[in-house]
C-alpha cells in the first residue's frame, strides 16, 4: 500500500464548503506517515476556523504573507527568513490545494501573489495538486474547464472532483473528493515507477567492531540517508534490501531490512544479497578498521596507558564492483577538501558509476548557493552525519552534477531520479549497441 511516510505536505485550503472535511483530510495524511502544514486563505476561514486546524495537525496554521508565524520552526537559509512563503515552499514536499475553489484556480492560471497561499503556489519547486470543489454549474463552465486545461499543461495534478449530491441541493459533478481518497492520490503523487522491475541493495548507518564484549569502536552515522534513499527507490518501485549497522531508525516502509552489526557482518550480507541486483548503493559508514583480536572478557585497566593494534576491514563497495557482473555501483565520500579531486579518485579506484559527494565544512565552496550551511535544530551538525539535511554533488565519468541543498528524504528522490536516468540510458544502449 501506498504511504506518505516522511513526506512534507503542504495542504492549502480555499474557501468553499468542503472546507469542512479538511480536518478529516489532515488526520488521514498524518496517519498515513505525512507531516502537515495548513495554510488558509481569509475565505476558508469562513467555514473552518485555523484553531481546528492547528489542533489536527499539531502546527500552528499559516494566514498572513507578512504575519509573524511559526516559521521558525522550519528549516530556513539565512536569505529567506523574512519571506515566509519562500520558506513554506521549500519545505514542502507537495503542495496540495483541497478544496480549491474556482477562484482560486482562477487566481492559479494567472500567477496571482497576491495571498499567502497564492504566493507559495509560485514559489513551490515540487508538485503541485489541487482538488477541486464547486457547485456543477462552476464547475461546468467554461471558464473553470480552460482553467483547469491550462493548469494541467503545466504539470499540476488535478484531483477528481467527484459526483453526488452537493451542499447547495444539487447534484452532479463538483464534489471535492473524500479525504480517505485524496489520501490515497498523494500518495501516488510520489510514485514515480522510475525504478520499476529493478533490484536494488543498500547499505546503511555505522558499524559497530568489538574490542571486548562490553566495548567496540563505531562513528556518529544516524542511517538517515540510507533509509531515505531506501523508501526512496521503493517509492520509484525498486524491489529493495537494505543492510543496516545498528541505528535507532526503525525499517523503512516496504524495504526488506536486515540489520548487521560490524563491517564484517555488512560485507557477508551484502554478497548473500548481491545475486540478481541491479543497483548497488554503499551509503553505510563502514569501519576502515577494526580490533586485530577481540578480548575474550572486558578488558580491566591496568596500567597508565592501552594499546590496541587495529587491521583492514574488507571494502564492501569495491568487493561488490570487483565481481564479475557488478550492478549498477554507487558510492558515498564525505570530503572536507579538494572535494572533486578526492571524490574522482574514489570513482575511478573503486569502479564505481556515480560518487554521491557529501561536501563537509568548505569543501563544497564553488558548487552553487548551498556552501553557507543551514541553523537546523539545536546543537546539531547543519549538514552530514547527525543532521536531517544534507547537500550532495554528484560525479559520474561524464561530469559533475551539483543536487539543491534539501532535507535527507528530498535529496534521497532527487538521486534515485538521477540513478534511475543512468541505469536506464545504460539499459537502452546495450539494448541498441
Ligand atoms: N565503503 C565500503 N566498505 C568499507 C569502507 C567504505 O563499502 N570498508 C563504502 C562506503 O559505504 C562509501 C564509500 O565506500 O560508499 C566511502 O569510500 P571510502 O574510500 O571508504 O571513504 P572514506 O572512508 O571516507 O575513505 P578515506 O578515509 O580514504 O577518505
Redesign the pocket.
Given at each position: 500500500m501506498a504511504t506518505l511516510t516522511n513526506k512534507r505536505i503542504l495542504l492549502g485550503v480555499t474557501g468553499g464548503i468542503a472546507a469542512y472535511k479538511t480536518p478529516d483530510l489532515v488526520r488521514r495524511l498524518r496517519e498515513a506517515g505525512a507531516e502537515v502544514r495548513c495554510v488558509m486563505t481569509r475565505a476558508a476561514r469562513e467555514f473552518v476556523t485555523p484553531l481546528t486546524l492547528h489542533a489536527v495537525s499539531d502546527h500552528p496554521v499559516y494566514t498572513d504573507l507578512f504575519g509573524a508565524s511559526a516559521t521558525r520552526e522550519l528549516p530556513t537559509t539565512s536569505t529567506d527568513n523574512a519571506m515566509e512563503h519562500i520558506a513554506l515552499a521549500r519545505w514542502a514536499d507537495v503542495v496540495l490545494i483541497a478544496p480549491a475553489s474556482a477562484d482560486f484556480l482562477a487566481r492559479l492560471v494567472h500567477g496571482r501573489a497576491d495571498d499567502l497561499l497564492a504566493s507559495l503556489c509560485l514559489a513551490a519547486a515540487g508538485p503541485l495538486a489541487v482538488a477541486p470543489a464547486m457547485n456543477r454549474q462552476m464547475w461546468a463552465q467554461p471558464a473553470t474547464q480552460s482553467n483547469l486545461t491550462v493548469l494541467r499543461e503545466r504539470g499540476v495534478r488535478i484531483l477528481g472532483p467527484g459526483d453526488g449530491s452537493q451542499a447547495c441541493g444539487e447534484t452532479g459533478s463538483g464534489r471535492m473528493l473524500e479525504p480517505h481518497e485524496l489520501t490515497a492520490l498523494c500518495a501516488g503523487l510520489f510514485e514515480t515507477g522510475e525504478l520499476d522491475g529493478l533490484n536494488v541493495l543498500i547499505?546503511a548507518g555505522p558499524t559497530w567492531e568489538a574490542i571486548d564484549p562490553v566495548r567496540g569502536i563505531t562513528n556518529r552515522s544516524s542511517g538517515k540517508m540510507g533509509y531515505a534513499l531506501a523508501a526512496a527507490a521503493a517509492e520509484a518501485g525498486a524491489r529493495v534490501t537494505l543492510i543496516s549497522g545498528p541505528t535507532a531508525l526503525s525499517d523503512p516502509d516496504r524495504v526488506r531490512t536486515l540489520r548487521v552489526t560490524s563491517?564484517q557482518d555488512m560485507h557477508d550480507a551484502v554478497h548473500r544479497e548481491i545475486s540478481g541486483i541491479h543497483i548497488f548503493i554503499?551509503?553505510?559508514a563502514?569501519a576502515?578498521y577494526r580490533p586485530s583480536r577481540i578480548a575474550a572478557h572486558k578488558i580491566k585497566k591496568t596500567g597508565e596507558h592501552l594499546n590496541l593494534e587495529f587491521e583492514r576491514?574488507?571494502?564492501?563497495?569495491a568487493s561488490v564492483a570487483a565481481l564479475p557482473h557488478p550492478p549498477f555501483m554507487v558510492?558515498?565520500?564525505?570530503e572536507t577538501e579538494n572535494l572533486e579531486a578526492?571524490a574522482r579518485a574514489?570513482l575511478l579506484d573503486k569502479k564505481l558509476d556515480l560518487v554521491a559527494a557529501n561536501p563537509v565544512g568548505d569543501a563544497g565552496a564553488g558548487f552553487g548557493d548551498w556552501t553557507e550551511p543551514r541553523a537546523v535544530g539545536q546543537g546539531r551538525p547543519a549538514y552530514g552525519f547527525e543532521s536531517d539535511t544534507n547537500r550532495l554533488i554528484l560525479l559520474d565519468r561524464t561530469g559533475t552534477t551539483p543536487l539543491p541543498a534539501g532535507t535527507k528524504p528530498a535529496l534521497a528522490r532527487l538521486l534515485v531520479h538521477e540513478i534511475a536516468l543512468r541505469v536506464r540510458a545504460a539499459q537502452s544502449s546495450r539494448r541498441t549497441g
Open positions: 547499505t563491517a554503499g551509503v553505510a563502514v576502515d576491514t574488507p571494502d564492501i563497495l558510492g558515498f565520500a564525505a578526492n574514489k
